[in-house]
């Protein structure tokens, strides 16, 4: 059974950090591209940021790029999405994404709220 589980999502002050991370199981994570995506309130989801398997790339929004930082820990079968410098502006639940040859799997998302 395909599993992936988020944590490290609340509230913070704007300028402030949180921490993502994404629990894969169900799957082999070294064949897994892995992904954040996000959607506020009333708005499309959006695209944050890409670990290649090797771990040795990451793509990033160009609205987050500077700020957010990707990695993967493979003994752990783990992603993490570091947030910093927040803004009200990243308000959103936040999903990880996780894509193999065989299709691309989603988590249940975890709610990031950023005050001014």
């Known amino acids: 059974q395909v599993q992936l589980a988020e944590s490290g999502g609340g509230l913070v002050q704007a300028g402030g950090s949180l921490s993502l991370s994404c629990a894969a199981s169900?799957?082999?994570?070294?064949?897994?591209?892995m992904g954040w995506f996000r959607q506020a309130p009333g708005k499309e989801q959006e695209f944050v940021g890409a670990?290649?398997?090797?771990?040795?790339?990451?793509y990033y929004a160009d609205s987050v790029k500077g700020r957010f930082t990707i990695s993967r820990d493979s003994a752990k079968n783990t992603v993490y999405l570091q947030m910093n410098g927040l803004k009200p502006e990243d308000t959103a639940v936040y999903y990880c994404?996780?894509?193999?040859?065989?299709?691309?799997?989603w988590g249940q998302g975890t709610q990031v709220t950023v005050s001014s």
């Open positions: 670990i290649a398997r090797s771990g040795v790339s990451t």
């Open positions: 994404t996780a894509g193999d040859s065989r299709g691309n799997y």
């Open positions: 169900g799957l082999t994570f070294s064949n897994l591209v």
